[in-house]
């Protein structure tokens, strides 16, 4: 028999009743402090009727009528848990919880989707995927809330069908957006067709999984309703605006400024990237940090836009470690974690804690770049995203090849010998950035003249008219 991880089996009750008031068993299975739950066919009426530490089998006290028929059946469907332990042992080395389940819950009988959704989403949790949990635990709620619509007690997956997924997509558009309660408005298009994606990717998922036959996946033959969308993005002069904006230093408005031009030179850095800059990113010139998004290496030249920014932010005294941007602080816990891989192993609370944190001071950020475009008279909806298109489109008006472009901003593909490399030819790249923000001669004449006090223009202007 091959080996395995210790993997230990037990009973948990589930803390919340169902609609009939009564409590769920189920099965925990668990190795390295990771559970996955195997719902049981047993139910109680009364909390204390469970005994998860039951001597001999009688994990139903006698409390409950039926207590001897429950704790057989308990028994029984624990013993074939194990067994499917077992077989899985004599077919592979490696054996999760999640494999397991799978396993056990394998049947012709129909499933609910609604708790194979739910499980998704513990598995994203327990990985520490606190964004990518959120955006699912999202669907799930509005999944749950159309089956309430609809009076029904579950959504099996015998039930996904085109014409399901066109009601639940009706569904959608009528919600009412949250995030601007009070307008009227309701989810817009793009907000649909999001959860209409992450609905597919867990059919997918369903189907690799076994629970789905692949020719029964609905979205085979479902049509996303695509709307165009015109993304907001800043011309040449409102980028002027926002820079001779008078903001008083050291003000959030101040901050906020400084972080969307820094992200405009640096073509585009993400604002999460951006907030979790350290001193040690920025050496000899040059910016290098791993996307926090999909993990990919930029390393590309500051320009002197991005440089001038950064000295109202040098101080004496600086650690490498410390942030450049004063929206978090080396005080929380996560702070000690540096690397993205250092970030990609810390727990789950912490994933959670720093995830909450840069959503917040996002929130601000974009607040402030609101009160910012209103101060310089733009109309438009100012956030800190807006600074990657701005860039994206100054970079194409000055005939970039937009397969360079794709590379600043990281949405091309690593290629494999650059990934094994570990380096990256930078030069294409550090040429387009320095050749889009290079000052004109035109420029730097009429910066010269404004930096001359009164008297010095009038003796250059005499040495000019007596040439």
């Not at 708790?115 to 749950?144: M, P, V």
């Not at 995030?179 to 990717?201: D, P, Q």
């Not at 020719?215 to 980028?239: Q, V």
């Not at 290079?438 to 005499?462: A, C, G, Y």
Request: with cysteine; proline share 2%; aromatic share 10%.
């Amino acid at each position: 028999m091959a080996s395995s991880k210790h993997i230990s089996f037990g009973f948990h009750l589930n803390v919340r009743p169902d609609r009939t008031g009564k409590y769920a068993i189920f099965i925990r299975i668990t190795q390295d402090r990771q559970h996955k739950y195997i719902k049981t066919s047993v139910v109680v009426s009364n909390k204390k009727w469970f005994n998860k530490n039951g001597k001999n089998d009688n994990w139903v006290r006698q409390s409950d009528p039926e207590h001897a028929k429950k704790n057989e059946i308990l028994a029984k469907e624990l013993a074939e848990a194990k067994a499917a332990y077992s077989d899985i042992l004599e077919e592979q080395s490696i054996v999760t919880p999640y494999i397991i389940k799978a396993k056990v819950e394998e049947a012709p009988l129909a499933k609910s989707f609604l708790a194979f959704a739910r499980d998704h989403c513990e598995d994203l949790h327990s990985n520490g995927q606190i964004r990518y949990w959120k955006q699912f635990r999202d669907l799930t709620n509005k999944l749950d809330l159309f089956r309430k619509t609809q009076r029904k007690s579950d959504i099996l997956f015998v039930e996904l069908t085109v014409p399901f997924l066109d009601k639940f997509e009706k569904f959608l558009q009528r919600l009412p957006n949250q995030r601007e309660k009070g307008t009227g408005k309701v989810l817009s298009k793009n907000t649909v067709l999001n959860n209409m994606k992450r609905f597919r990717t867990l059919t997918r998922k369903a189907v690799k999984l076994g629970y789905l036959s692949a020719d029964k996946d609905p979205f085979l033959n479902y049509e996303f309703h695509w709307l165009p969308t015109t993304k907001d993005r800043l011309e040449s002069d409102e980028i002027e605006r926002i820079i001779k904006l008078d903001l008083e230093e050291g003000s959030m408005l101040w901050h906020a400024r400084n972080c969307f031009l820094f992200s405009y030179y640096c073509a585009g850095i993400r604002v999460g990237d951006l907030i979790q800059l350290r001193w040690r990113n920025v050496e000899g010139g040059r910016i290098a940090y791993q996307m926090g998004k999909n993990h990919k290496d930029r390393d590309n030249i500051l320009v002197s836009q991005a440089r001038a920014i950064l000295k109202s932010y040098d101080h004496e005294g600086k650690q490498r470690d410390d942030y450049v941007f004063p929206w978090l602080t080396n005080d929380k816990p996560y702070a000690k974690h540096v690397t993205q891989n250092e970030k990609d192993t810390m727990s789950v609370e912490l994933k959670t804690a720093l995830f909450n944190d840069i959503s917040a001071k996002t929130a601000l950020l974009n607040k402030c770049l609101k009160q910012i475009a209103k101060i310089a008279d733009i109309d438009k909806h100012l956030s800190f995203h807006v600074s990657r298109h701005s860039f994206a489109k100054l970079a194409k008006y000055k005939g970039t090849n937009s397969g360079v472009v794709q590379g600043l901003l990281g949405h091309s593909s690593i290629k494999t010998t650059e990934g094994y490399m570990g380096q990256f030819d930078t030069s294409v790249e550090d040429a387009a950035l320095e050749k889009i923000f290079e000052t004109s001669n035109e420029s730097k004449l009429e910066n010269f003249v404004d930096s001359l006090t009164p008297e010095q223009r009038e003796v250059l202007i005499m040495k000019l008219t007596t040439k």
